[in-house]
């Protein structure tokens, strides 16, 4: 459960970094004036997490971490209960064995151990690059419906709403609905 949890928030954290990025790479385009033939700049933005609740997309790559994290738990689970029932079993009949013995059994303990460190770091590694890998096919799909979405609506911007990062919005700007649906409808026909 804690592996599951982990992967969420992961998933989340990553999507804030990314939109971080994107926050901040976007600072790196050149401003023009505010005033072309007296209309200022137009700015919209989106709630990530509206995204994130409501892209079918994101929740299927969610999903798909969630269950790899299962699969990696049972894997674990595995090797885990290989060491004790081997563990167990030298408890059991260890005043039986021979000091040789004791010392074999103790070095498959070790061994055992070894094995299910170095395959919870591998599978950790794993998990954590296919979540990145994921999450920036998200945030590519996101771009791209922004660049499509955008062509006709001029805007200069598009920001992500991010507590740390807007400290004022203006609802009447939000995106978002119409973000989630465009995103959603080019999702089923990519199907």
Wanted: glycine share 4%; aromatic share 10%; no cysteine.
């Amino acid at each position: 459960m804690k592996s599951i949890n982990w992967v969420v928030n992961g998933v989340l954290a990553i999507a804030v970094i990314v939109l971080y990025v994107l926050h901040f790479n976007s600072a790196n385009i050149p401003i023009k004036s505010t005033a072309l033939n007296g209309a200022g700049t137009k700015v919209a933005y989106f709630e990530i997490d509206s995204i994130q609740n409501s892209y079918a997309f994101f929740q299927e790559v969610k999903s798909a971490l969630q269950v790899k994290d299962m699969e990696n738990t049972k894997q674990l689970a595995g090797l885990k209960n290989a060491f004790t029932a081997k563990y167990q079993e030298l408890q059991k009949n260890g005043r039986y064995l021979s000091q040789a013995e004791v010392a074999n059994s103790q070095q498959e303990l070790a061994q055992l151990e070894k094995n299910y460190s170095n395959k919870e770091q591998q599978l950790s590694q794993e998990l954590q690059e296919e979540s990145f890998k994921r999450l920036q096919e998200v945030k590519k799909r996101i771009e791209q419906f922004l660049e499509k979405y955008n062509k006709n609506k001029d805007f200069a911007y598009i920001f992500s709403s991010n507590p740390d990062l807007m400290y004022y919005k203006d609802t009447a700007y939000d995106i978002s609905s119409d973000i989630i649906k465009g995103l959603n409808s080019e999702h089923k026909s990519n199907k």
